[in-house]
């Protein structure tokens, strides 16, 4: 059974840092790319950051390029992802989730994690 189980969420004023992991069982780690996504209240799901299955390769969505930076450990199969100088809007419930490509659509990602809340307030 895989399970994709994140963690790291809270509340952080903006222009603050946190740092998300999600920890992966029942799977083969590295033979997935990972990714995550994010969604506000009211809005859909969409995608934040994925890197390849050795860590070589990495792709954001625009507006958080500069400020947030993917990564994974295969050893531990954990993917991280670091976020500086947040802003009110990168406020979400943030999703890791594997795929068998390098993805940006949501559709071709096979598993969830159950999603961490991210606040982003004064």
């Known amino acids: 059974q895989v399970q994709l189980v994140e963690s790291g969420g809270g509340l952080v004023q903006p222009g603050g840092s946190l740092r998300l992991s999600c920890a992966a069982s029942?799977?083969?780690?590295?033979?997935?790319?990972m990714g995550w996504f994010r969604q506000a209240p009211g809005k859909e799901r969409e995608f934040v950051a994925t890197?390849?299955?050795?860590?070589?390769?990495?792709r954001y969505e625009d507006s958080v390029k500069g400020r947030f930076t993917i990564s994974r450990d295969n050893a531990k199969n954990t993917v991280y992802l670091q976020m500086k100088s947040l802003k009110p809007e990168d406020t979400g419930i943030y999703y890791c989730?594997?795929?068998?490509?390098?993805?940006?659509?949501?559709?071709?990602?096979?598993?969830w994690g159950q999603g961490t809340q991210v606040a982003v307030s004064s």
């Open positions: 989730a594997a795929s068998v490509w390098l993805e940006m659509q949501r559709e071709n990602y096979a598993y």
């Open positions: 029942g799977v083969t780690f590295s033979d997935y790319c």
């Open positions: 890197i390849n299955w050795s860590g070589t390769n990495t």
